[in-house]
């Protein structure tokens, strides 16, 4: 089955996507809209995409210290995207946008992802000018957001430091005001940043006219000290050249300066960037310092900075399940191509080789990507679903949607950035010594899929906030849902005997989750709940992974007799190979085992 | 604790290496003797290896068409380990060896490994020359092995053809005689091979004045057909340079032909090649096809190198573990000295920040490192202690080694294959976006570590190794005596509180072992037994390392108090975090489940 296939089945057959046209917003849609939007994008992505997907990383970005280079496919891929209208396709007509839901915009996007995931840099762009449009002024929407969304500039998030890594309590870039009038600049309070920040991607390039960085950083006190710990931060527009209030260029450049460029072992069609703010490189206006416009209240930084931080993480674990993807198409392709072997049965040497796809154990490595993959873009596709709901549902649903939401995005951004993965591996594994050469694609796959467990948030960072924050906040209110979600489709999945050894070793996957939650807060202290974080967010993935196979399981029943064999047996090998796992991972969260925190360095 | 330190426990404290010298092959040595060889190989590999592990990643073998170049760095290192007399290190004295005990040679190339492990291609060349020494005739020995030992030729195993991958059967390799006279030359039967070989490391390079190739290759039988299977199979010497009776080069270039490089993720110090035999390039002694010499009888060709497949094998573990170990020691230095982030128990935000390696998370993450790398280095320990038995214990303890040794094998491969590949993977978690980048180490061991899962004999063929053969073999002899030391290990560690615990956790998945072997196996059909391989390969390979740091647990008494409390917690980490995974592994293998074998190629 390709992809495409896949998609229109979870679209169509599984969340019935084309209800939502029943909906003001978006009641000029309907599937054939929302085909030839993916049509469009399918077509985009494999004529300027695909095709330079090796290149990009062979021919790293390039600093000669005055501007960066990138190769000329990476301008057309970012020229045909713009062109396409994908960074607006959310957005209200008046904006020039398709009004289009979310699920089908995240859909359409996947293409990009799968053909190349790191020059399909649109994601922080349209991230950046919807946190604008959620907390910016009207001139600041009108100003940055929309030349955004026109694919005119580009947009960055500048969180981490060098000194600070994910620890954003200790940002220490300053904002100071910038002089007398500068809290009435029609742009914004008007700030002079110095700091610098680390691991910013498309940091600098030169696709666009101007690149809008979102800084956070802190206005020091009275006394003229920072504030301590992440009520101290702000947040901030500092563009790469300065603007005028009606949006047009001054001229001018600011004085944000790239003080090089980071070498990855992947990714590597997208800059990855150390910025220096305020070095005295340029003298904007004739002063020290990045000029930059507050955006929402001041210490209200890292809150406004959410908006787009969740995005992103939603947006990676995308970017993971693609990779894995494109190397499960790619393995499959070749398992069924390459002659190696005999099977078990053929007891005649002279017999002719058997295609590797008939032997037990790669069937079993592409059934475990099968799984991995098409399960996690359903997950995907599930939490954008949830996002139209929060904007677009009744004022009850929306609120559900929301709180689902919460729990559901760390475990959907760390999730396929985990297994799909170990997908890639197995997609190299599959293609034996050829995989592992650079005359195949897998091993790119494999090597690009690495960062996704560390950029927009570590795994550390999403098992805390899963564990520490998400499943405890309103007093548990949001794994209490996604429980109450989960047995609405063991409930269902009873129904059908095919299904029901799969309802059953859920439900009791789903009640060792909670009692597990509870036994690891039971003494009410952190440091005995959060010794064990990373297996409780695998635990709890695995849960959410195996809820999403029964879900579309059940779904099936109208399929061709291909796929619900496929989709079957997908459930099957969740539940029978994965899910069991889970019970290990919470032994430990639960009896809240102590073994790695009271490790002592010197016992290394 | 450094690797040394950790070695020299294993050696001494755990395996009790000094016992051996009062054997009499051995009895020249003794621990300053074994420290001496330990101390030579640690500083070269400080000196001549690691200083270049990047730079022979970034400076690839490069093929003009006429010679390989590689960088002088790996000449000097190259030069620096024939010199050190390593090569030798296991040989008679009257052959310039130091009769050595195996399991302080294979220590002691430990750290050749972990400083470079693509610049460490002496594996190849002694198992080359210890397959003569065990097949071949005495003047091919002399010939051959001798100058393989002194560094002088260096060697190669030439097993896959580029159709047939790990498909031995379909070797399509010709090998005919070379006409009158050709069966009584000094050097062996002698032949032409015609054919073509991938995925040769070390194939062509300039680092030593000849290459002894071992190819397999089939003679046609009288209709001119190649036999099909490998029964067919025998095994050739053929030299890149010819050779005459006297081993002086004859100055005539043997017809095996550089097809090209093969340009992998990894692993790059080592040239790996496609070699054409008897393409027509030359005409040595004005003839068509390579010059190769017949070792052993025809027909027995996969036998004699399984010899040396064997010890490739063990050296692939071998090299695994120490890529994990560099990475362990990497990320621990660097969680020792990178400040991040503040404790649970610190509610100051104006506190400084803590070490890494304070945070419970990270703990975890090095703890498991350890626990893959140094678990893996104390089962490599274990088989090479095992070697020595074969060689030079009474009949008895020989015959007992060999089959114990016949069990382990495809695990000491294939476990630190995978979880040291784990290990290099929480390595760059530790780093953070640092350990993504080309400036630390970390990515790079990650890549290296990728190749270990493929070649000599991928996860796949291991586990069809295990479960299809060696658990089974003389009425599952093997696995009984796995299982009969294992409770050995039980009892003991019964004697001591403190591991009881761990003791009956390992009784219980051995018991587990057994009862899913058996299930596995209950049809007495090869498809229903060996549907589940790789899970039941995992599982022995779990069981096997509970087992190494339990019994490691118990020589641990009178360590240091640190050591000690280091090891207690690896042996509570695997025990606690791992060991049950076997459980779920060993569930499909006993049920015989099959949605993998029964998967049909149009559902996925």
């Excluded at 399918?42 to 290149?55: C, D, G, H, M, T």
């Excluded at 693609?322 to 078990?344: F, N, P, V």
């Excluded at 999403?462 to 996604?482: C, P, S, T």
């Excluded at 899910?579 to 360095?601: F, I, N, T, Y």
Aim: proline share 5%; with cysteine.
């Amino acid at each position: 089955m390709t992809m495409r296939a896949w998609l229109d089945f979870l679209l169509y057959d599984w969340l019935k996507a084309e209800q939502l046209c029943s909906r003001p917003r978006f009641e000029d849609h309907g599937r054939e809209t929302f085909s030839q939007v993916l049509d469009t994008c399918e077509r985009i992505a494999r004529e300027k995409y695909a095709p330079f997907n090796r290149l990009v990383d062979t021919q790293e970005p390039h600093f000669d210290g005055e501007r960066v280079t990138l190769p000329q496919a990476t301008h057309e891929a970012w020229a045909a995207y713009a062109g396409s209208g994908m960074l607006a396709a959310a957005q209200d007509y008046e904006l020039g946008g398709m009004q289009l839901p979310y699920t089908v915009e995240a859909a359409a996007n996947a293409f990009f992802a799968k053909a190349s995931v790191s020059i399909n840099a649109g994601l922080l762009t349209v991230g950046n000018a919807n946190l604008l449009m959620a907390h910016g002024t009207p001139l600041q929407q009108q100003v940055f957001a929309h030349r955004e969304f026109k694919g005119e500039w580009a947009g960055t998030m500048c969180l981490s430091e060098p000194q600070a890594g994910s620890g954003l309590a200790d940002v220490a870039t300053r904002a100071v005001p910038d002089g007398e009038g500068s809290a009435d600049d029609p742009l914004g309070p008007r700030y002079r940043l110095f700091g610098n920040k680390m691991w910013i991607s498309a940091g600098e390039h030169e696709l666009t006219e101007n690149i809008v960085h979102l800084v956070l950083a802190k206005i020091p006190g009275p006394d003229g000290k920072l504030v301590p710990g992440t009520r101290g931060i702000s947040l901030f527009i500092c563009p790469k050249h300065l603007v005028r209030p009606d949006g047009q260029l001054s001229g001018e450049r600011n004085d944000v300066a790239l003080a090089g460029l980071n070498h990855k072992c992947g990714w590597r069609g997208t800059t990855n960037t150390l910025l220096n703010f305020g070095e005295g490189r340029w003298q904007p206006q004739g002063a020290p310092g990045a000029v930059a416009y507050l955006v929402g209240q001041p210490g209200q930084g890292l809150a406004c900075m959410f908006h787009m931080m969740n995005e992103a993480r939603i947006a990676i674990g995308m970017a993971a399940t693609m990779l894995g993807m494109a190397g499960y198409e790619a393995s499959l392709a070749y398992a069924k191509d390459r002659k190696q072997g005999r099977a078990l049965s053929q007891k005649d040497p002279s017999s002719p080789p058997v295609a590797l796809i008939e032997h037990a154990d790669v069937k079993r490595m592409l059934l475990a990507q099968k799984a991995y993959s098409e399960g996690a873009l359903a997950l995907m596709l599930y939490c954008a679903r949830l996002v139209d709901e929060q904007h677009t549902g009744t004022p009850e649903a929306a609120a559900e949607a929301a709180l689902l939401l919460e729990v559901l995005t760390p475990i959907a951004k760390s999730w396929p950035s985990e297994w799909c993965l170990e997908a890639n591996s197995l997609a190299i594994q599959v293609h034996g010594g050829y995989g592992y050469t650079r005359d195949f694609p897998v091993e790119q796959y494999w090597r690009d899929n690495r960062l996704n467990m560390i950029h927009e948030g570590t795994h550390g960072i999403q098992a805390l906030d899963l564990l520490g924050r998400k499943v405890v906040m309103q007093g548990g209110a949001g794994l209490k849902l996604l429980a109450t979600r989960i047995n609405q489709t063991i409930e269902a999945a009873l129904q059908q005997p095919a299904l029901a050894l799969y309802a059953n070793s859920l439900a009791q996957a789903v009640q060792r989750l909670g009692a597990a939650t509870k036994a690891a807060w039971a003494t009410g202290q952190p440091e005995d709940a959060l010794a064990n974080t990373t297996p409780y967010l695998q635990a709890a993935g695995h849960v959410v992974l195996a809820w999403m196979w029964l879900d579309v399981a059940c779904s099936a029943g109208q399929a061709p007799a291909d796929r619900q064999a496929g989709i079957l047996a997908a459930t099957r090998y969740f539940h029978l190979y994965e899910l069991p796992k889970v019970g290990p991972w919470l032994e430990v969260v639960a009896s809240r085992e102590a073994v790695c925190r009271d490790m002592q360095p010197e016992w290394f």
